[in-house]
């Protein structure tokens, strides 16, 4: 019987391994290839991770062991062993000042674990220079370098160019006067001279040398038709012969046109005659049709001649007519134009908007404030004493910070910021200390935020939600954030508008000083919180053993 429960619980804990092996597997190691260099020279981190496959691996990027600069991150290097992954990461670093220098724990994500590498010493040593050898010689004095402004006016230039291009384009092909063809001007021409012009070139034909008598009597009774359809009357050109003849004798009669009968009976015989030669193939002799010619040439002077003189009226009609038409042609030209441009400024607004998203187009045109702070030169800097490194959108401004009178004794207060709670955008940097360390009580971490949020309900914010979580910044110093929402309000204590608020609060070593990050921003801003996101993965502190 004791044997049996002996191996009962033999089974228990070889099962109770097995368990903890199968769903805890994860290991970190780091190492350097050397511990001491000389100023300038690389050194390699290697970061060595054993994992499951199926969990994500996650190395630090970017300059996270500081007070060592990073210069290189090289490829991940992966073996597989069974159902493990081996993992080997390497950086090279450097540092350019002599000294004993610590590289910081670095962050490891693994799956849904956190881990963190040991932290390790290096010592950065002089470069000997054998002066006997090496000549020395004075400092070279500081050279004054532009800043690079290059950039803004490029884009101007690109812009102007594209607006050139755009109105030399419309200049070209909507209001510039286009040079006229021969055709254009032969139709610009009166009808009495258009037709003169049509005679010459009938005459310039090789109608009559080809005995192309239908060909060339078409033209010739085109020509006078069209003379008649234009001045005398306008179904001239879709008239039979007999119907046209007819016309012109109601027109004579009715005193409407001083032709005589001759000049009729003369147009009469020679359209009659064309009819015959395009329709029963008569071919009268090349002299006749000369002659046939000449006198359509004398019939067009005399119907010019018959026609009546127009009248001041009509002459001011005609003028407001030619007017009319030259307006509507310009406002043609107008409303085209416009309809370019709108469609330009349209397809231009929908093509960024598609690429870099419309919100952010439109931010880009009328301006927007967060956008602006995030996009520009942004500040890193050490703010009080020991320093909080931080990046900002700006340089932050020592503030006067108010002490009670019986606090003046025992607390030194420095404070940094931005803006106000109030604005749309403020990070305020504080450093707390306590000088009278015999008489205060060693600062508790846990009870700062609640100092931190009277603060907030002292501004007038309302109805401010807390939450809490660990904060580790890239140089692994842990602080604890905390973090939520408000009413904050604008201008007036009436007016109210939703916002976010985070604060950051770490404790030095001997829990004598207080340091806090208080960032506010308005709710709905995507540009603020990538400039919060951007801020708050920028803190670092400066360890003693660092300065």
């Known amino acids: 019987m004791m044997i049996l429960q002996k191996n009962k ?17 994860a290991q970190v190691t780091s190492s350097i290839d050397s511990t001491k260099i000389k100023i300038g020279q690389q050194i390699t981190f290697k970061v060595e991770v054993e994992a499951d496959t199926t969990d994500l691996v996650v190395f630090p990027e970017g300059q996270t062991f500081m007070p060592l600069e990073m210069i290189e991150s090289y490829k991940i290097d992966t073996t597989k062993k069974d159902a493990t992954y081996r993992l080997i990461k390497s950086y090279g670093l450097t540092q350019f000042d002599s000294g004993s220098y610590t590289i910081p724990r670095q962050k490891i994500v693994i799956g849904s674990k956190t881990l963190f590498t040991d932290s390790l010493r290096v010592e950065v040593n002089n470069v000997e220079v054998d002066t006997t050898e090496q000549g020395l010689y004075d400092i070279k004095p500081f050279i004054k370098v532009e800043k690079n402004t290059n950039t803004p006016w490029l884009i101007i230039l690109c812009v102007l160019l594209a607006i050139a291009l755009v109105a030399f384009l419309l200049y070209w092909f909507i209001w510039r006067k286009k040079p006229l063809t021969e055709e254009a001007k032969i139709a610009l021409l009166p009808p009495y001279d258009r037709a003169k012009l049509a005679l010459k070139k009938l005459d310039e034909s090789t109608y009559l040398d080809n005995a192309e008598l239908k060909d060339y009597y078409s033209e010739l009774t085109f020509i006078i038709r069209k003379y008649l359809d234009e001045k005398v009357y306008d179904k ?22 001083e032709l005589s009968k001759e000049d009729i009976r003369n147009l009469e015989t020679i359209l009659k005659r064309a009819d015959l030669v395009k329709f029963a193939k008569s071919a009268p002799d090349v002299e006749l049709a000369k002659l046939d010619r000449n006198t359509i040439d004398i019939e067009i002077d005399h119907v010019k001649e018959a026609l009546p003189e127009p009248t001041e009226e009509e002459k001011l009609l005609n003028q407001q007519y030619k007017e009319e038409q030259e307006s509507k042609k310009k406002r043609k030209k107008v409303i085209f134009t416009i309809l370019i441009s709108v469609f330009l400024i349209v397809a231009t607004f929908v093509g960024f908007g598609l690429k870099y998203g419309f919100t952010y187009v439109k931010d880009s045109l009328i301006g927007h404030e967060s956008k602006e702070l995030l996009e520009g030169d942004w500040v890193r800097s050490e703010y009080g004493i020991p320093p909080v490194t ?13 002490i009670p009178d019986h606090l003046k004794e025992t607390v030194e207060i420095t404070a940094f910021g931005y803006g106000s709670v109030l604005d749309f955008f403020s990070v305020i940097v504080s450093t707390t200390k ?13 009870q700062a935020p609640e100092a931190a949020i009277r603060q907030l309900e002292e501004k007038g914010i309302k109805d401010i939600s807390v939450k809490r979580e660990q904060f580790i910044t890239p140089n692994a110093a842990e602080g604890l954030k905390t973090y939520g929402t408000g009413r904050f309000p604008m201008f007036t204590s009436e007016n109210f508008i939703d916002g976010h608020y985070a604060v950051i609060h770490f404790v030095a070593e001997g829990e004598e000083l207080l340091q806090q990050i208080l960032i506010t921003w308005q709710d709905d801003d995507v540009y603020a919180e990538q400039i919060v996101e951007r801020i708050l993965n920028s803190i670092e502190l400066k360890k003693a053993e660092e300065e």
Not at 15 to 23: D, E
Not at 390 to 402: E, H, M
């Open 9 to 25: 619980v033999s089974i228990f804990f070889t099962f109770a391994l097995c368990l903890i092996s199968a769903t805890s597997f």
């Open 390 to 402: 931080i990046s900002t959108p700006k340089v932050l401004k020592r503030l006067d910070t108010p």
């Open 236 to 257: 001239a050109l879709e008239s039979t012969t007999d119907e046209l003849i007819f016309r012109l004798n109601l027109l004579k009669d009715a005193n409407q046109i």
């Open 434 to 446: 306590i000088t009278n360390e015999e008489d205060a009580e060693p600062i508790d971490i846990k």
